[in-house]
T-cell receptor
């Protein structure tokens, strides 16, 4: 079965510092990949999605960026974090060889910007 | 109008009660539908897909009403362990996957 790995599980960063969150997929190939952010007690906000290597679509203008250097790797980055970037970051996959429709999620990274 | 809407709750019900959640969607081109469960501080996990004919998995029943553009989730004989946030999601068979804001359920002893 397909699995999404994310690390780290928790992260505390100062305002203005850079960020790099990595997500890797196991058990399927050529999936659509997504980055979501979830504020405390709120719904999922779609940040980026990718349908293939090097293909990134941004849903929300902000100081974050995403890259997909390999089929099963999706990276979320920022050059300078803001306080408002705090939240629960979830990577999700959909489609590919194994799973067609439903999305499956990684364990998430809880980011606190101080 | 938001693409996918849910009553945020919380729904506070006693153990053994039956509880139902509804979720409405605005995109008539939506083709596939899902219910996810999210525990506090955890990632969402797929609870069940929702099929046109409706489907049941143990104490959980999901229904789809395309004409009125809503899906529902019924939980019978609720357990303490059912306490969580329930998210609905719709997909148009492309990469457009939209989640509702979630409905919080608390099952009380």
């Amino acid at each position: 079965s397909q699995t999404i790995h994310q690390w780290p599980a928790t992260l505390v960063q100062p305002v203005g510092s850079p960020l790099s969150l990595e997500c890797t997929v196991e058990g399927t190939s050529n999936p659509n990949l997504y980055w979501y952010r979830q504020a405390a007690g709120r719904g999922l906000q779609l940040l980026f999605y990718s349908v293939g290597i090097g293909q990134i679509s941004s849903e929300v203008p902000q100081n974050l960026s995403a890259s997909r250097p390999q089929d099963r790797q999706f990276i979320l980055s920022s050059k300078k974090l803001l306080l408002s970037d705090s939240g629960f970051y979830l990577c999700a996959g959909q489609g590919g060889r194994v799973s067609y429709n439903e999305q499956f999620f990684g364990p998430g990274t809880r980011l606190t910007v101080l | 109008r938001k693409e996918v809407e849910q009553d945020p709750g919380p729904f506070n019900v006693p153990e053994g009660a039956t509880v139902a959640f509804n979720c409405t969607y605005s995109n008539s081109a939506s083709q596939s539908f899902f219910w996810y469960r999210q525990d506090c501080r955890k990632e969402p996990k797929l609870l069940m897909s929702v099929y046109s004919s409706g489907n049941e998995d143990g104490r959980f029943t999901a229904q789809l009403n395309r004409a009125s553009q809503y899906i529902s989730l019924l939980i019978r004989d609720s357990k303490l362990s059912d306490s969580a946030t329930y998210l609905c999601a719709v997909n148009d068979y492309g990469q457009n996957f939209v989640f509702g804001p979630g409905t919080r359920l608390s099952v009380l002893p």
